[in-house]
């Protein structure tokens, strides 16, 4: 465990703000996820067009390793912390031990992985393809442990303890029992009338929060009983008025604060919001990024939050601001639900 | 091996819907074979190929594309269905050229049209709809099929017209118009000939009328909730049961010459038909079974009904001046409340009123709104490549776009490389 070694180098932030600031040696293309590690507040994986998986140190501002794929990686995910799982358009999934800088192709898809995620409860390793399946594979060996065919190409993934949900194309949403994936525990149809960009499972793994592509968020509940299903309920953001039109922005990211039960979410409009699903309440906002969030991470503690500010060609291959990644730090005020 | 594939293909053949260009029997071998394993792979990337391929193009001619992924489309789901998605497809694609005067008169887009008209429920409407945009009026095939449809329905003089105007309209190829309507024209006479004279002068196709033999009841404790009696013109034609549909033709003939009864010829019995009352509104899909159609109320009296059901005749005789005696414990039998609540059972549901959506509807309104579009700024603007991620049947993502664009990018550089490759060992060699 070399790495662990330099946790406590953290002095040379270059900030951007009070507390906040941007990671040096970034991705030279777009960054389509960030992960931080599930054990360490210190290290953060990140997966990008450039075809690379880096791992940063979040704690010295430096960039630790660098691993290659054959295309554009999609997405990426901690094992444990010393290994990461990566897979991309190339349909291949790698594992990368981070301790001796080595590659493994686990398997493949039979189109590219758009997820990649961990269960800790079951010890599997989720993933996702336009293929139209999810897989899961044994970290362990590491092997093939199923594929599941699914309705339709699967666009995002999470893990709700034992639960995985898995929002398709068609604006389908399956839950399935990741101990028995004999069949599919719930089938339903997405609550938002736009395609779903991402849905991210509570903490309490009680229900899931899914977005869509025309700013809209909706909180849903796991439990199909009449009394809980009573409590989804779906809202506006990431819209702005301009000259009395409303835009409205694909909401691509979220992410959940472990502690308080909160989440973040990330538009195309470049803001960043928190927000508070009990009570139904916006925390806050951050300034302004310099281009579209196409991925966020709270680390295990809940203390930092990683925002990839990276444009996603949402609007065609233009010109865009640069690619680049912040570490914000985070306080109570900011990500705990108000009591009263 | 190939007596074997006959074999499987001749045992599904109930399955294959026909095609009018028919199908390649290597298609049908092959769709027929992977019918097992449900939808295979290949037909999964072969279809996302097809749907990039729509979203990609930067030629001049985007409908080619449509083209044959719909014909690639028939020919790989031979039993229609819904996992082919071709209605979907015909209506995307009749919808996305409207604006495009260039194709108005393709032989590619009125075929389109045609398919989308046979697969639709009103096919009667859209040609209509075709004429009034001025799409296909100079392709013989709009005509020709427009004609059919009339000919399917029973009117053989609507569809001589739709051949007229044909004509007048000078439609390309002009032979096989004037060979279609030839066909139609010895049709004509051949059924004139045998007698078999089809009722032209009716504006609307004939529906299959159904004849009671006797009137409804209504059983068990419950009331009936609709009346079980017809009003109006339904009374005419019903009340009398067979035989009055008969009654009128006998008794003309019956000073001339015996005429057998004939039940085939009993729909030209002029005299007991009920007079259709001109269009006050707008036809509506006639898809509905057991549809009763709305008739004037002025002369018709609905019959009151008691709780028993009986009808009322008489004004109920005058309460009695005693108390009858009723035994305290005699209590009048009441109805079991239903015990189910209904907002947790959704086992059965009824259906909820929608409103009623029909493809031609759906076009209307599609024009209405880009019309809307352009007359004002629209309130909402979706900051993403809408229209390119929607031109397809199947949902697309950001991210596929991109990765499309990356493998064009990438297949292109690959080319690049070996043209250098080439150029240089060339330049070597000589």
């Known amino acids: ?40 507040t210190q290290f953060l994986l990140v997966s990008s067009w450039d ?150 499972a509570f903490p309490n793994k009680q229900g899931y929060v899914l977005s869509s592509i025309e700013g809209r968020v909706a909180v849903e509940y796991l439990d199909p009983s009449q009394e809980v299903q009573k409590k989804k309920y779906a809202f506006k953001c990431h819209r702005l008025k301009e000259d009395g039109i409303e835009l409205v922005f694909p909401v691509n990211a979220i992410s959940f604060h472990s502690v308080h039960n909160t989440f973040a979410t990330g538009g195309s409009d470049g803001f960043v919001n928190i ?30 939050l990683a925002i990839a500010s990276s444009y996603m060609q949402e609007r065609g291959d233009i010109s865009h601001p640069e690619d680049s990644i912040f570490i914000r730090q985070v306080t109570d005020a900011e990500t705990k639900p108000k009591s009263t | 091996m190939a007596e074997g594939g006959e074999v499987e293909w001749e045992l599904s053949k109930e399955n294959i819907q026909p095609l009018r260009r028919g199908r390649a029997i290597s298609a049908l071998h092959q769709a027929l074979s992977q019918r097992q394993d449900g939808l295979c792979s290949a037909i999964n990337q072969q279809r996302q190929s097809f749907e990039s391929e729509l979203r990609m193009y930067d030629g001049d001619d985007p409908l080619d594309v449509w083209d044959r992924y719909i014909k690639w489309t028939e020919q790989t789901f031979p039993q229609g269905g819904k996992e082919s998605n071709l209605t979907t497809l015909l209506e995307r694609v009749v919808t996305r050229f409207t604006e495009e005067k260039k194709y108005h008169n393709d032989p590619r887009y009125v075929d389109l049209w045609i398919k989308f008209a046979e697969s639709s429920l009103e096919p009667l409407d859209i040609y209509r709809y075709m004429q009034t945009q001025g799409i296909g009026v100079t392709q013989a095939s709009f005509y020709i099929a427009w004609a059919e449809e009339h000919e399917n329905q029973g009117s053989c003089l609507k569809a001589d017209l739709v ?234 993502c950001f991210e596929e776009l991109r990765a499309e664009r990356y493998f064009k990018k990438m297949v292109q550089e690959s080319r690049g490389v070996t043209c250098q490759k080439d150029q240089a060992s060339a330049g070597a060699s000589t």
């Open chain 1, 1 to 40: 465990m070399g790495l662990i070694a330099g946790q406590l180098a953290s002095s040379n932030h270059r900030m951007t703000g009070s507390h906040e600031y941007k990671l040096n040696q970034g991705p030279e293309d777009s960054i389509s996820a960030v992960k931080f590690s599930p054990s360490t």
């Open chain 1, 51 to 200: 075809c690379t998986v880096r791992l940063y140190d979040v704690g010295s501002n430096t960039m630790r390793m660098k691993y290659q794929h054959t295309a554009p990686v999609l997405d990426c995910a901690f094992y444990d912390p010393t290994h990461s799982w990566s897979g991309g358009l190339d349909a291949q999934l790698k594992t990368h031990d981070l301790n001796t800088d080595q590659d493994t192709i686990v398997g493949t898809h039979e189109a590219p992985i758009r997820c990649v995620e961990y269960c800790p409860e079951v010890n599997v390793m989720v993933t996702g393809s336009w293929d139209r399946s999810v897989r899961l594979w044994d970290p362990r060996t590491p092997c093939n442990a199923g594929t599941f065919p699914q309705p339709d190409k699967v666009y995002t993934l999470s893990v709700a303890g034992d639960r995985l949900i898995v929002g398709t194309a068609g604006r389908r949403v399956l839950v399935w029992d990741l101990r028995n994936m004999g069949y599919v525990q719930q089938r339903r149809e997405s609550s938002l009338k736009y395609q779903t960009r991402c849905i991210r």
């Open chain 1, 275 to 304: 927000w508070d699903p009990f009570n139904k309440k916006r925390l806050c906002q951050f300034h302004r990024y310099p281009t579209s969030i196409a991925s966020l991470s709270f680390n295990n503690d809940g203390t930092m």
């Open chain 2, 163 to 396: 051949y007229q105007e044909g004509f007048r309209r000078s439609a390309e190829p002009h032979d096989k118009l004037l060979q279609f309507h030839k066909a139609l024209q010895a049709r004509v006479s051949r059924q004139v000939m045998m007698n078999m004279e089809e009722d032209d002068s009716d504006d609307e196709p004939k529906q299959p009328e159904r004849v009671s033999l006797a009137d409804l009841k209504h059983r068990g404790k419950k009331k009936a909730i609709a009346p079980v009696n017809r009003t109006g013109p339904a009374i005419k034609s019903v009340s009398g049961g067979l035989q009055s549909r008969g009654a009128p033709v006998l008794g003309n003939a019956s000073n001339t010459r015996l005429v057998i009864f004939d039940e085939n010829s009993a729909q030209s019995a002029g005299p007991s038909e009920p007079k259709q009352d001109p269009w006050m509104a707008p036809p509506t899909s006639r898809a509905k079974e057991n549809e009763q159609r709305s008739e004037r109320w002025c002369d018709v009296k609905m019959p009151q009904k008691t709780k028993f059901g009986h009808t009322v005749m008489a004004p109920p005789p005058p309460k009695p001046t005693f108390q009858p005696f009723v035994e305290e414990s005699d209590q009048p039998p009441t109805m079991t409340p239903c015990k189910i609540n209904p907002a947790v059972n959704t086992v059965l549901s009824t259906r909820k009123p929608c409103r009623e959506e029909t493809p031609l509807k759906r076009l209307q309104e599609h024009q209405q709104q880009q019309k809307e579009a352009e007359s004002g700024k629209p309130p909402e603007q979706s900051m993403y490549c809408k229209e390119t991620l929607l031109n397809g049947a199947a949902e697309f």
